[in-house]
């Protein structure tokens, strides 16, 4: 299923959704929505003249695999390898803080018992993949 969703600079953004059904899964769903919410903002965010990105989902094994991929601008290996590390950097004259919201991703990720993974190159684009796994551990309040 394809949609065009809007335009970013100049150019279309077009959506793909490959969303295969899925069994059950034991969660925090306004937690992982977040999560979500926040992969595909950062893909849509790096669509700078319009671009494609693609959400999907499929089950291997014992656990549910979502990717979310663009085919925007992409990060540079050194920028891939520190996103989901916390901090602070100056930005002109200012003090700015950085990748909380990976930080933040990836906790959430893990308190389900899952990983997220990042892979991106330079004009290349970016695909986020989560993987959960399908008997996870006990969720508390």
Sequence with gaps: MRA???RAGSGN???ELDLRPMPPLRCRPQ???AVFAGLLNNALGALDQGGHVTVSTRQNNQAIEVEIRDDGRGMGARQTQSVFDPGFHVSGDRVVTGNWSMFGARQ???EHGGEIRIVSGEGKGT???VTLPL???EMHA
């Design 13 to 15: 953004v077009t959506v």
């Design 108 to 110: 959430i990720v893990r």
């Design 31 to 33: 937690q992982l929505s």
């Design 127 to 129: 695909t986020a993949k």
């Design 135 to 137: 008997r996870s551990r």
């Design 4 to 6: 065009l969703v809007g």
